[in-house]
């Protein structure tokens, strides 16, 4: 059985560990959001942190499943 090499997505185990721990706070900072998507700025901001939330859940996600 051949490993793979997984360091190219987290070098190890505790840094995996590092991001999951902060996705509760992206998460409060989406919320925040509720009720000010009015304006283009508010709204630009609540997309950009949607974007890195995103990404980070699919980081995080992807790389247990293969671990």
């Known amino acids: 059985m051949s490993k793979w090499d997984l360091s190219i997505f987290y070098p190890s185990l505790e ?35 949607e974007e890195e939330a995103t990404k980070l859940l699919w980081e995080t996600g992807n790389y247990k499943k293969i671990w």
């Not at 925040?32 to 630009?44: I, V």
């Open 15 to 49: 840094a995996w560990d590092e991001d999951v721990k902060a996705l509760p706070a992206h998460i409060e900072k989406l919320a925040s959001f509720k009720g000010k998507l009015g304006d283009f700025e508010s709204f630009n901001s609540f997309y950009l942190a």
